[in-house]
């Protein structure tokens, strides 16, 4: 499914266009896991359809078949630790060359991959970006290209993609390019950065939820100490 923009007069998102989108992502999800398991019984799991045109997944499933069998035309890999996969000659291949570290910096990859994304699916062509596990960097770019080419906020493409592939995490050194790119895009930002006292760090916000009982649960041994 293509996320269409649905404007209201002032040129803004209509106050119901995201909660269409996640309702109608259930059974999106549905229909694209049941057509993956179909193709690939074994490995369907990892291959996690983004929109029509883009799948996500890890290196593992970077192989000739699957290539051939999902007619995929542009692949897009996120891995430079990685060797080159066997490609056809006539396939687009763009390499993101970012090691999958907090301190790396994979902003100024946004804008080329997101346009090259946006390019292919144009002409009717099918993508697939992987990392080591399509978890990270790879999911980082699809944000990226979610937020310009189809005006989603950084919160709305998180759980866009999220309700995709339920594993993608990227680190929080990304997170904190995305979120300088989502303030680029639209002048403001609808993910913050929070410290956490699990971690003993600044993570996004959308994380810290994951976090939140073992965190209360420190708070309750911490108390009884005192």
């Known amino acids: 499914m293509e996320v269409e923009a649905i404007v209201n007069n002032s040129g803004n998102f209509s106050d119901n266009y995201v909660q269409n989108i996640l309702d109608e992502s259930h059974n999106v999800t549905i229909r694209s896991s049941e057509l993956l398991s179909r193709l690939f019984p074994r490995l369907s799991?990892?291959?996690?359809?983004?929109?029509?045109?883009?799948?996500?997944?890890?290196?593992?499933?970077?192989?000739?078949?699957?290539?051939?069998?999902?007619?995929?035309?542009?692949?897009?890999?996120?891995?430079?630790?990685?060797?080159?996969?066997?490609?056809?000659?006539?396939?687009?291949?763009?390499?993101?060359?970012?090691?999958?570290?907090?301190?790396?910096?994979?902003?100024?990859?946004?804008?080329?991959?997101?346009?090259?994304?946006?390019?292919?699916?144009?002409?009717?062509?099918?993508?697939?970006?992987?990392?080591?596990?399509?978890?990270?960097?790879?999911?980082?770019?699809?944000?990226?290209?979610?937020?310009?080419?189809h005006r989603l906020s950084l919160l709305d493409a998180y759980n866009f993609v999220k309700l995709r592939r339920s594993r993608i995490k990227p680190n929080c050194g990304f997170f904190r390019q995305l979120i300088e790119y989502e303030k680029q895009l639209f002048g403001c930002n609808t993910v913050q950065m929070v410290y956490n006292e699990v971690v003993r760090m600044e993570i996004p916000d959308v994380y810290d939820k994951d976090y939140r009982h073992i965190t209360n649960y420190v708070k309750k041994i911490n108390n009884r100490r005192c």
């Open 45 to 149: 799991t990892n291959l996690s359809g983004i929109t029509d045109n883009l799948i996500l997944t890890s290196a593992s499933n970077v192989n000739p078949e699957i290539l051939e069998t999902c007619r995929i035309s542009c692949v897009i890999s996120c891995a430079p630790e990685l060797p080159d996969p066997p490609l056809r000659n006539d396939l687009v291949y763009y390499k993101v060359d970012v090691a999958d570290s907090g301190c790396s910096g994979i902003f100024s990859y946004f804008d080329k991959a997101a346009n090259l994304i946006q390019q292919v699916s144009n002409l009717g062509g099918k993508i697939l970006i992987y990392c080591v596990a399509g978890v990270s960097r790879s999911a980082c770019i699809c944000l990226a290209y979610l937020m310009k080419h």
